[in-house]
């Protein structure tokens, strides 16, 4: 890793307070994760201790009401607030996304008993959540989980088995999307489980090229009873708050992309400014200046792409294929600018004593969560020229 401090983003923001919040984002970010960052994941360690003091510095229920713990904060406040986080490690850049996804369906569609009796804690009171929707058989194809809740009295018995849930194991509750009806779309509901459900079980973490320091694993639904109170929205509606839960989370996925970008174009500048070869610095040669130039210049095309996004959805306006765009655009960016970070640290690049290998492997990841890049160019494409005639 440089010396050199990464370099501070020249960010528009609306208010004051949001500024004194991005300056307190930045001074944790600096001060507890950046420095053990490198060191954890490599041993696979989850830093729970940093989202408790994420929660305490309330930072985990930004986008959400004031009324209910959250930070009234708008999105467009919000995703900078992911980016700083994910520049700093994208295990707690990505955590945080995950968990404001996980809070999104109750803060929108729950009851008003429901959000008073449990967005407090799950905003502000130290509880970190997860989303399950992917199985073994239905990732891009979500309509076709298999996931089952059967009424049972004033409860549900949920069985089956989710895949791919970050947080699996160790979270302190679930969104669920399990099938109450008829085949497809029309037959999911969504549900808020408790990580200590009786029946809820969570598999061995998966072995994975990066992000090793966050937990991603099955969980096993065995007959898990919840009762009806914990039921979100109506029968029937959970595909509905799913994708609403999506493309709110998509431009999360967005901002964590641009964090772990520039992220990388930090590193790879202070090592051109310090790495000498023909008695210059390696930043003095045209062709690594074009590279740094071009790198530069996706990131500040990928930040740009999803404030404006986020600005849509602020405004109360339509903003679906605005986020499928940024994260499309966001995520090939990263893979993009980390890779070429490694280029321009050469060998050095490829070692595991500079953080830019880990940024590139990080960076893979993201074109595949939350929906793939080709899901993203399908749901683009829709927008564009309507549904598919098959």
């Known amino acids: 890793m440089t010396d050199r401090a990464p370099q501070q983003v020249d960010r528009q923001l609306p208010t004051e307070e949001s500024r004194d919040l991005l300056a307190l984002v930045r001074e944790i970010a600096q001060r507890e994760i950046r420095p053990r960052a490198a060191e954890e994941e490599d041993h696979g360690r989850f830093p729970r201790e940093i ?33 700083e986080l994910a520049a700093a490690r994208l295990t ?20 008003k008993d429901q959000r008073g009796a449990h967005l407090p804690a799950m905003l502000g009171g130290g509880l970190l959540g997860a989303y399950c929707l992917s199985e073994p058989g239905a990732g891009s ?3 076709s989980l298999t996931t089952r809740a059967v009424r049972d009295g004033e409860d549900w018995i949920i069985s089956g088995t989710k895949a791919w849930i970050t947080h699996g194991g160790v979270a302190d509750f679930y969104t669920v999307l399990a ?12 549900f808020l489980v408790p990580g200590d459900a009786e029946g809820l079980t969570a598999a061995i973490p998966e072995k994975k090229m990066g992000m090793k320091g966050s937990p ?45 970008a520039q992220a990388a174009l930090d590193e790879a500048l202070a090592y051109a400014l310090d790495r000498k070869q023909f008695g210059h610095p390696i930043a003095d040669f045209q062709g690594l200046r074009f590279m740094l130039a071009d790198m530069a210049t996706k990131i500040e095309a990928g930040r740009a792409l999803y404030l404006a996004a986020a600005r849509l959805r602020d405004a109360g306006k339509p903003f679906s294929r605005q986020a499928a765009m940024a994260k499309l655009f ?8 980390t890779t070429d970070a490694v ?3 050469g060998g050095y690049g490829y070692t595991a ?7 590139m492997r990080e960076a893979k990841v993201l074109q595949i969560v939350e929906g793939t890049n080709q899901i993203q160019r399908m749901v683009i494409a829709r927008h564009l020229a309507g549904p598919e005639s098959r």
């Open 51 to 83: 989202f408790t003091l994420l929660s305490e510095s309330g930072l985990l229920g930004l986008p959400y009401a004031g009324e209910y713990g959250g930070g009234d904060q708008p999105y467009e406040v919000y995703l900078q607030v992911l980016e």
């Open 92 to 111: 707690v850049g990505l955590g945080v996304s995950v968990h404001s996804l996980a809070c999104h369906g109750l803060a929108g569609y729950g009851t």
């Open 141 to 143: 194809d979500a309509a």
């Open 179 to 190: 099938r109450t009806g008829v085949d497809g779309p029309k037959g999911i509901t969504a």
């Open 216 to 260: 991603t694993a099955q969980l096993h639904f065995d007959g898990v009873r919840v009762p009806d109170t914990r039921r979100i929205g109506e029968e029937g509606q959970g595909f509905t708050i799913a994708l609403a839960a999506l493309d709110a989370g998509r431009l999360g996925i967005a901002a964590c992309a641009i964090g772990v």
């Open 330 to 337: 966001c995520t090939d960016a990263a893979m993009a600018v």
């Open 343 to 345: 280029q321009v640290l």
């Open 353 to 359: 004593d500079f953080p830019v290998e880990r940024l």
